[in-house]
């Protein structure tokens, strides 16, 4: 709609006070760049609601990507923790005897953690473990029954290791020293390879999830921008009077630019907060069944619910104004530097 001569006059009075005092007063200028740069964003409401919108979406997709990456992971670590070679030796081998192959097989570098379990001891974690079936705890206790276990129960030696996806070296001292040998079930082989599967299915899932959340992001962030992008310029040519006039008062380039900046900006830290908000709430949301289902993730909990949320809606809105930032520069360069020029 077109502005009265008297409106002309106003605005031009207006703008010549600000350009003046914007020489004089940097903070003043500032103050208004921002003030100015939030009416643009009310002016426009609804092309900066879809702009938010947009930019929520990619920075969730982001915060998702960043969180299932994390579980996943914290995941396989775990399944990884759980995994133990364990090798059987013959029934009734001594506690003295398992002692020696256990200094034998810390020899070998990617050992961790050894615990040896003589017949016996297998026995009473057996019946500990079958404490809620009394006929066949009572079956078990027999002397005879004992016995007859004792004598088929092999003595366990199980062994956490740094690198499960490692264990050449352990499976070769095994198999080639004469001590270990000798004491060795026929019956049981060492299970090497229990769990392997598992563990890589979890790590191709985290590397999709990782994959697949950053291409989704690039999608989204491309959308963003070209969102923001036509936003800046529509709201350019709304104001291409307001830019022509001052230019006439002699306003700067940068006091020109930074509503248009400051607007787009604005739709980053509004994008940041919802964004932010919904991914802690969403997390929460979930953080309960993927526990009961027997997944760990009390680390990434610990850091979402401690001191480090600040931190993560202080990153999210950072990468919002960043987004902001760089679209707005985009159209500002390409739109407003031919009004300048004109």
Request: aromatic share 8%; hydrophobic share 45%.
């Amino acid at each position: 709609m077109p502005k009265t001569t008297k409106e002309v006059k106003n605005t031009k009075k207006n703008l010549k006070v600000m350009s003046k005092n914007g020489k004089s007063h940097k903070l003043r200028t500032t103050s208004r760049v921002v003030k100015y740069g939030a009416i643009g964003f009310g002016r426009n409401i609804w092309l900066s609601i879809a702009a938010t919108l947009v930019m929520t979406i990619t920075l969730l997709v982001l915060f998702i990507t960043v969180i299932a990456s994390a579980v996943l992971n914290a995941t396989a670590d775990s399944f990884r923790e759980r995994i133990d070679v364990t090798i059987f030796y013959q029934p009734g081998t001594s506690a003295e005897t398992l002692s020696n192959l256990e200094e034998i097989i810390k020899t070998n570098d990617n050992v961790r953690e050894i615990e040896t379990k003589t017949s016996e001891q297998e026995y009473e974690k057996f019946l500990e473990e079958s404490q809620d079936d009394e006929n066949l705890i009572t079956t078990l206790k027999d002397e005879n029954m004992k016995n007859l276990m004792l004598q088929s129960m092999q003595a366990t030696m199980r062994i956490k290791v740094y690198d499960i996806d490692n264990i050449d070296s352990l499976k070769q001292l095994v198999e080639t020293n004469d001590k270990i040998k000798a004491s060795l079930d026929d019956e049981r082989l060492p299970t090497y390879d229990v769990d392997h599967a598992e563990i890589q299915t979890i790590t191709d899932w985290a590397n999709i999830a990782k994959n697949g959340g950053l291409i989704l992001s690039f999608v989204f962030l491309a959308i963003s921008i070209l969102v923001i992008f036509n936003t800046i310029r529509m709201a350019i040519y709304s104001r291409s009077e307001e830019i022509y006039m001052m230019k006439l008062v002699g306003a700067d380039s940068s006091f020109i630019r930074g509503p248009f900046l400051v607007e787009a900006q604005m739709c980053g830290v509004v994008s940041g907060i919802i964004a932010a908000t919904l991914g802690y709430i969403g997390f929460n949301l979930v953080a309960k069944p993927i526990e009961d289902y027997g997944i760990s993730i009390a680390g990434i909990r610990n850091i979402v619910d401690s001191q480090w949320l600040i931190v993560i809606y202080a990153a999210t809105i950072a990468i919002g104004i960043l987004i902001g930032s760089i679209s707005a520069r985009i159209a500002i360069h390409r739109y407003l530097a031919k009004n300048l020029a004109k």
